[in-house]
């Protein structure tokens, strides 16, 4: 078996969060029922009763993380590294699972237990900064991050083609990944995910909020981690953009976990529902009838709840802003750890 682990928090991360455990529960397959972790990884609203009575019916452990495990609670994905090292600590699995909250179970999980040969796995992601064989421009950045994080470039494994992208270097998706629980990788995450950003580095055009899957890959080479990579049908990203034309996702006909992202916002909504329709009508019935359960359900909220997340979101976003003024962009290969 393994234990599963996710974030949650008052709002729409709370009803994603609790959209995905319901697909697991119902769709999971033999994993169905591991053990399940929700991590409240910041200050923030209490979450709702209803989501709280459906935590009990799921038999999901909800947790709160201790004061002063979250360093940098101004940026979201700081919750994923707080929930991994939480997760390391109450696990008593030798697998630990990350899931991201934009997901939708489909089928079996199989794919994220871990052999005895295996010690991490996930599948890679082609957007930015992802660096291939016949592209350099972000080789500078993947020099200074690997600097940084006690590891050397040329060290770094490559990734064969997939037969519709060229060899990359390594580097994984950080929305779906399992890890052996022992193995150093949770507290190297968190170390390393914070000295990223205490360095300020980013992309040469100024991207950094992907510190938490731009690390994966220095850490598992600097730790000697064995690693698997997962598939599309294994972890399909159904992308907004990506949904329809040239560059889209594979079928989900045969996929067992989707991560959808904004594909199910406006004006993606519609165009990745009748996808969903098409190729897995199942489930898109299964979903349908969720929704319209909820809109039965009596969700009003009490307004000091919606001011005090509002509150939060402006003082953060002042933060994300100030922050992102003082990033330095990788050009030269030197690293800025102050």
């Known amino acids: 078996m393994l234990t599963f682990v996710c974030c949650v928090e008052y709002g729409r991360l709370e009803q994603q969060t ?18 399940l972790l929700a991590v409240k990884g910041r200050r923030g609203p209490a979450l709702m009763p209803s989501t709280l009575r459906a935590f009990d019916r799921l038999n999901v452990e909800f947790v709160e993380a201790k004061e002063g495990e979250n360093p940098h609670p101004w940026l979201n994905y700081t919750n994923k590294v707080v929930a991994v090292k939480t997760a390391e600590r109450m696990a008593n699995t030798d697998t630990v699972a990350w899931l991201d909250s934009d997901i939708f179970v489909l089928g079996g999980m199989s794919h994220l237990l871990l052999n005895d040969n295996e010690d991490f796995t996930a599948r890679r992601e082609w957007l930015p900064p992802a660096m291939f064989k016949s592209d350099a421009h972000f080789e500078p950045y993947w020099r200074d991050v690997c600097q940084l994080l006690g590891t050397s470039l040329k060290d770094m494994p490559w990734l064969a083609t997939d ?97 959808y992202s904004r594909s199910m916002e406006h004006p993606y909504r519609e165009a990745f529902m009748q996808r969903l329709v098409a190729e897995r009508q199942e489930f898109a019935n299964w979903l349908k009838s969720y929704f319209a359960a909820q809109e039965t359900i009596n969700s009003s909220t009490i307004s000091t709840k919606k001011i005090f997340a509002k509150a939060l979101r402006i003082a953060r976003g002042a933060q994300y802003r100030l922050f992102d003024r003082a990033t330095v962009r990788s050009k030269s290969g030197r690293v800025n750890d102050t």
């Open 18 to 35: 609790l959209l995905m455990i319901e697909s697991l529960r119902t769709f999971g397959g033999d994993l169905s029922s591991s053990r």
């Open 163 to 259: 037969g519709r992208r060229e060899e990359q270097l390594a580097y994984f998706n950080s929305g779906l990944f399992s890890w052996r629980r022992g193995s150093g990788f949770a507290d190297a995450y968190q170390s390393a995910f914070s000295t990223l950003l205490r360095s300020k580095l980013a992309t040469p055009e100024g991207q950094f909020f992907t510190a938490d899957q731009v690390v994966l890959s220095p850490i598992i080479t600097r730790l000697g981690l064995r690693w698997r990579e997962l598939g599309p049908d294994e972890h399909n990203m159904v992308f907004q953009g990506l949904i329809t034309g040239p560059a889209a996702a594979p079928s989900m006909s045969k996929s067992s976990v989707v991560h």
